[in-house]
T-cell receptor, first 115, second 113 residues
Framework: DADVTQTPRNRITKTGKRIMLECSQT?????MYWYRQDPGLGLRLIYY???????NKGEISDGYSVSRQAQAKFSLSLESAIPNQTALYFC??????????????FGPGTRLLVL | KQEVTQIPAALSVPEGENLVLNCSFT??????LQWFRQDPGKGLTSLLL?????REQTSGRLNASLDKSSGRSTLYIAASQPGDSATYLC????????????FGKGTTLSVSS
């Protein structure tokens, strides 16, 4: 079983719709992250969470919100989707107590298309 | 603002060649640097992580070096194989608490048999 899972893997939605992308991890890591990847722009950080009660904005948080429901779950919401939010979204985790702290482990990604 | 640049953007080599991928960053005050591999349509796999106090890390045919003062890292791949074909991403973590990774745009490697 994968350590970091993302659901759904693919999603098509319409402009103005609210959608949620979910991430779950079985690694027991304390930190979780959401990134988006766009051709020619690389990966950019949307939000990150260092524990259940700690949520931080990343480089491009406008238009997004997150919820850390438990240590193992971190959800990303698009309140009102717009076409330029079409991208590949990745969830990642890291463990500050690990022998090599801050190594990040990525999920398989969610491909989102906003029409 | 930290910026990470990877050169070249794409590279094609025949099987068996040794190759070097380059990564540069504008702010030398980094906490660590990480190299990832991304296969088409898939997530990222961590290859090597170098702490700011280290000069290099090795894993199998991969060797990553770090010159923090000059803002550069290289990923050396020995005896390349077609299975090495992927996009390689470099990412830095700033020397501050509570920050995450800043990524380069990647180098897409194609190894032909």
């Amino acid at each position: 079983d994968a350590d970091v899972t993302q659901t759904p893997r693919n999603r098509i939605t319409k402009t103005g719709k609210r959608i949620m992308l979910e991430c779950s991890q079985t690694k027991g890591h304390d930190r979780m992250y959401w990134y988006r990847q766009d051709p020619g722009l690389g990966l950019r950080l949307i939000y990150y969470s260092f524990d259940v009660k700690d949520i931080n904005k990343g480089e491009i948080s406008d238009g997004y919100s997150v919820s850390r429901q438990a240590q193992a779950k971190f959800s990303l919401s698009l309140e009102s989707a717009i076409p330029n939010q079409t991208a590949l979204y990745f969830c990642a985790t890291s463990d500050t107590s690990a022998p090599t702290p801050e190594t990040q482990y990525f999920g398989p990604g969610t491909r989102l298309l906003v029409l | 603002k930290q910026e990470v640049t990877q050169i070249p953007a794409a590279l094609s080599v025949p099987e068996g060649e040794n190759l070097v991928l380059n990564c540069s960053f504008t702010d030398s005050a980094i906490y660590n640097l990480q190299w990832f591999r991304q296969d088409p349509g898939k997530g990222l796999t961590s290859l090597l992580l170098i702490q700011s106090s280290q000069r290099e890390q090795t894993s199998g045919r991969l060797n990553a070096s770090l010159d923090k003062s000059s803002g550069r890292s290289t990923l050396y791949i020995a005896a390349s194989q077609p299975g090495d074909s992927a996009t390689y991403l470099c990412a830095v973590r700033a020397n501050q608490a509570g920050t995450a990774l800043i990524f380069g745009k990647g180098t897409t490697l194609s190894v032909s048999s």
